[in-house]
């Protein structure tokens, strides 16, 4: 027989709470309300108080947590929406190694979400997990269940668009490149 250390629900508002306001943040980067993303979080939350006897101490909880919470979301798009898949628009490899140019230091943080907005959605997914929350390959994989060669590939795409959204935003401003002004790179 396999005994198993359980924290008690007690340990719940412990172990749990503290990742909050990180769901939300980031519940709310994916839906794009406010009111929808408190709901999700709040069902994220229902949903692991119910099944906090399968948490295994010691693991990382927010992982676990940010799995709930995409579970969420993906429940609530099937639900609310007509499966809509976004295509990659038959992204070819010579476009995959086109030149990438520099993001110019000077941009606002509004200007980095704005360029985040126009992203498609299983790319924000990720690079919210890696570069805002933190996670490894692995637990994204999991979070998202994907194959961490597909968080890898998504990663490289959404920062490789993120850049190309900055670049053009950045000479819509008047800022050049610095290739451009003979300082090299």
Not at 76 to 103: C, I, M
Not at 132 to 141: L, M, N, P, T
Request: positive net charge; glycine residues 4%; contains cysteine.
């Amino acid at each position: 027989m396999v005994f198993r250390k359980t924290i008690s629900a007690d340990g719940f508002e412990a172990v749990a709470l503290p990742h909050l306001n990180d769901l939300f943040r980031t519940a709310r980067r994916l839906m794009r309300n406010q009111a929808d993303a408190q709901d999700l979080v709040q069902e994220t939350y229902l949903q692991a108080w119910k099944s906090f006897h399968r948490f295994e101490p010691g693991t990382n909880c927010k992982a676990w947590l940010f799995k709930i919470l995409f579970h969420a979301v993906s429940h609530h798009r099937r639900k609310w929406f007509n499966s809509r898949q976004v295509s990659d628009g038959g992204t070819l490899l010579e476009e995959t190694l086109a030149y990438e140019p520099p993001v110019p230091q000077q941009l606002r943080d509004e200007d980095v979400l704005a360029a985040f907005e126009k992203i498609p959605q299983r790319y924000r997914e990720v690079v919210l997990l890696a570069d805002v929350e933190d996670c490894s390959y692995k637990e994204i994989a999991r979070t998202l269940s994907i194959p961490i060669g597909t968080v890898m590939s998504r990663l490289s795409r959404a920062r490789k668009m993120l850049r190309t959204e900055l670049a053009e935003f950045a000479e819509s401003c008047g800022i050049r490149d610095g290739r451009e002004m003979g300082q090299g790179v």
